[in-house]
């Protein structure tokens, strides 16, 4: 079982910044695939970016060059710096991961509950 715990959301002014993490817990064997989403109202579910247990990382174009994403393997802990913040970019952003764990030796997708970021004047 793996457990997802996000933080960082908030509100901010158009052109600000937020830090989101992610830290993951529970009988971890490994973690493969780590991504972020987000969903607004109305809206279904986009995938903003994402990075593998290497480190190679895709955006989705609405966030390329504003967004990074990275994660800290030693911490289990996925990160998405979030810069010139718009507000298209209001949602309730989610953490998903692609993990094993000791009593399972298939790989599971889990996902965080979600933190509220909210960009407006």
């Known amino acids: 079982q793996v457990q997802l715990v996000e933080s960082g959301g908030g509100l901010v002014q158009p052109g600000g910044s937020l830090r989101l993490s992610c830290v993951a817990s529970g009988s971890i064997m490994s973690l493969n695939t780590m991504e972020w989403h987000r969903r607004s109202p109305g809206k279904q579910r986009e995938l903003v970016a994402s990075?593998?247990?290497?480190?190679?990382?895709n955006y989705a174009d609405s966030v390329k060059g504003r967004f990074t994403i990275s994660r800290d393997n030693a911490k289990n802990t996925m990160n998405l710096e979030m810069n010139s913040l718009k507000p298209e970019d209001t949602a309730v952003y989610y953490c998903?991961?692609?993990?094993?764990?000791?009593?399972?030796?298939?790989?599971?997708?889990?996902w965080g509950q979600g933190t509220q970021v909210t960009v407006s004047s």
């Open positions: 990075i593998s247990s290497s480190g190679s990382t």
């Open positions: 998903k991961v692609v993990g094993r764990t000791w009593e399972n030796l298939s790989a599971f997708s889990y």
